[in-house]
């Protein structure tokens, strides 16, 4: 468990621009987050939330400005770093809860802990041979978080991590939030709904 | 090497469950072989003429039509952006996933293809010659369409572009790969040269494609 603790890391951006279609979200936004710490971005909608994760994540490029990891494993780079959580489960119908849970602990590698532990830790051990298809949209996040649990990353990216989670869902993730603040870890959660867990806001977009 | 094989694993598994796409396939390549002779008529000489060029377009069209879901599914889901994130090189995982997709819906035509040889009166030389440049060319058609399935990986509905794509690249493919099937079966060339050329370019396929449909998903990250 002490993948994490390669003293202290930082999580910053500098002008960071970004450009989607053609139109400016948002432009010289500057960010940082420490180990331990976790930073909510709020705005309205369409101000940028999501493309801020997606451009951590590296699966946007950002028109200007820089995005760095501090203090991480230098040989990896930053979005080898992250987990993304986003609207999409990245679950396959076709296989069984199991199944979908380790290979993503396969395929992404590095540190990781036992499925199993993970699957009950988020509530779902009962439905571990079920096909992903008929889980309800609160079990298959659910399922999601398990993948973060298992494979360990230093930064968390949530795009709406509580969307869907019934308010027991909700404890529990508040929990695991907290578990990884104090492993050293970082989370950068894109939310509407207070995130549960003590956080330093980021406004984006302007006033809501 | 564990995130590779596990990636194999995974996608062949989804094909052979119910409702992938590796029965699709093999249906439509069986669908178009049992129909040619109905349609050619009942002129023996002339079905195992027409027969390596049945075979060989039956297989072509068969190997296309699942290959538009070879990124798609994972985009749509949201598995493409953890892939593209993780610690795999994307060209490999792409290799990968072109590896399982041959292995799940390419093989099984190389498979059918001695029971297809049947029906359109080819001997057992000439299925096993066909077998053997479909077993040499269809790498080829899976990685070249690879490229066109990433290109179209963000456009709903991306399936025809992807055929108007890959097919002008599937074409020397198909050339050398009936030109070997009719040396065996009427001469006069030799079996050895469209053979050849036939592997050729399936190893360059091989390396190019990777590289081509990685870029190309790259460039369209949004």
């Keep these: 468990m002490s993948g994490l603790n390669q003293g202290k890391m930082q999580l910053s951006g500098r002008g960071v621009v970004c450009v989607r279609g053609g ?40 028109a200007g400005g820089t995005i760095a990891l501090d203090g991480g494993d230098g040989e990896l780079t930053l979005p080898e770093q992250c987990h993304y959580l986003g609207h999409r489960d990245a679950l396959k119908p076709a296989l069984s809860v199991a199944e979908n849970l380790s290979f993503w602990a396969d395929f992404l590698g590095g540190e990781r802990s036992d499925t199993a532990e993970s ?20 079990q298959r996040r659910r399922l999601s978080l398990a993948r973060l649990l298992t494979v360990r990353r230093p930064v968390w990216l949530l795009d709406e991590p509580t969307n869907a989670l019934d308010v027991a869902g909700q404890d529990m993730f508040g929990g695991l939030m907290r578990e990884h603040l104090s492993r050293g870890g970082m989370i950068v959660a894109a939310t509407h709904a207070p995130l549960g867990i003590d956080s330093r806001e980021l406004r984006i977009g302007g006033m809501a | 090497m564990t995130a ?15 409702g ?12 178009v072989v049992v129909l040619m ?24 069209l068969a190997s296309l039509l699942t290959l538009d879901r070879l990124f798609m599914a ?31 819906a390419g093989l099984p035509l190389i498979v059918a ?13 000439s299925t096993g010659a066909v077998a053997l440049t479909l077993l040499a060319g269809t790498p080829a058609l899976t990685f070249t369409g690879m490229i066109g399935a990433a290109l179209a990986v963000t456009l709903h509905r991306g399936g025809l572009l992807m055929a108007v794509l890959v097919l002008p690249l599937s074409i020397p493919v198909l050339i050398f790969g009936v030109a070997a099937s009719q040396a065996v079966i009427v001469g006069p060339m030799n079996f050895g040269a469209p053979f050849s050329i036939l592997c050729a370019l399936s190893l360059v396929s091989l390396v190019v494609g990777p590289f081509a449909a990685a870029a190309s998903l790259k460039h369209g990250l949004d």
Excluded: Q, Y
């Excluded at chain 1, 009950?120 to 992903?132: E, F, I, M, Y």
């Excluded at chain 2, 590779?4 to 119910?18: F, G, P, T, W």
């Excluded at chain 2, 994972?74 to 997709?101: F, N, Q, V, Y």
């Design chain 2, 37 to 60: 002779p109905f349609a050619v008529g009942p002129d023996l000489a002339l079905l195992s003429r027409l027969g390596p060029a049945i075979l060989w377009l039956g297989a072509l």
């Design chain 1, 23 to 62: 139109r400016e979200v948002f432009s010289g936004l500057d960010f940082e987050a420490v180990s331990g710490e976790a930073v909510a971005v709020v705005g309205r909608n369409g101000s940028g939330k999501t493309s801020l994760l997606r451009l951590i994540a590296g699966l946007l490029i950002p």
């Design chain 2, 74 to 104: 994972d985009h749509e889901d949201g598995s493409l952006d953890l892939i593209t994130m993780s610690r795999t090189p994307l060209e490999l995982a792409c290799a990968a996933k072109a590896l399982a997709h041959w292995l799940a």
């Design chain 2, 20 to 31: 992938g796409g590796a029965l699709i396939g093999v249906l439509f390549f069986l669908t």
């Design chain 2, 4 to 18: 590779l094989s596990a990636l194999i694993r995974r996608d062949i598994r989804i094909a052979l469950r119910v």
């Design chain 2, 113 to 125: 293809t001695p029971v297809l040889g049947l029906l359109l009166n080819l001997d057992m030389v």
């Design chain 1, 119 to 138: 699957l009950a830790t988020v509530g779902l051990d009962h439905a571990t041979d079920l096909p992903a298809g008929f889980l309800s949209a609160g």
